[in-house]
C-alpha cells in the first residue's frame, strides 16, 4: 500500500500551528520553516532563527502525542542501529517486533 506524506499529517495540527504562527507565538519561525522542522525530527535548521522558537514549536508538537512510538522489525534495527538510536535520543519510543509480534521497546531514560 503506497502512502503519501499528508496520510501522516493530522489537519487539525496543521490549521493549528498556522493560527499559532500567524499569531507570533513562535518567533521568526515561518510555516515552512515549521513543516521542516517536524518533517526533520526535530533537527534545528541553520537558518540563525532563535533555538527557543523551536523549543516551543518542538514542545507544541509533542503535546499532540503523549508519546511518539516508532516501530521496526529486528531485520532493521540490525540494519539501521545508529538512525534508531538517534530516534530514541529525540524523543521517541521504539518498539521491535519479530513475525509481527511486539518484542520489546527501546526508550530515552531521562537523567
Known amino acids: 500500500m503506497k502512502h503519501e506524506l499528508s496520510d501522516f499529517l493530522d489537519p487539525s495540527l496543521i490549521d493549528e500551528l498556522k493560527k499559532k504562527i500567524h499569531r507570533g507565538d513562535f518567533y521568526g519561525v515561518t510555516f515552512k520553516h515549521a513543516m521542516e522542522f517536524i ?4 533537527v534545528i535548521p541553520e537558518s540563525g532563527l532563535p533555538v527557543e522558537s523551536f523549543l516551543m514549536l518542538e514542545a507544541w508538537v ?3 502525542s503523549e508519546e511518539w ?9 540490525k540494519n539501521k542501529t545508529g538512525e534508531i538510536l538517534e ?7 521504539v518498539r521491535l ?11 530515552k531514560v531521562d537523567e
Open 39 to 42: 518533517l526533520a525530527d526535530g
Open 62 to 64: 509533542k503535546a499532540f
Open 69 to 77: 512510538v516508532l516501530s521496526y522489525s529486528a531485520t532493521e534495527l
Open 87 to 93: 530516534r530514541v535520543v529525540g524523543g521517541y519510543a
Open 97 to 107: 517486533h519479530r513475525h509481527g509480534r511486539v518484542i520489546a521497546e527501546i526508550r
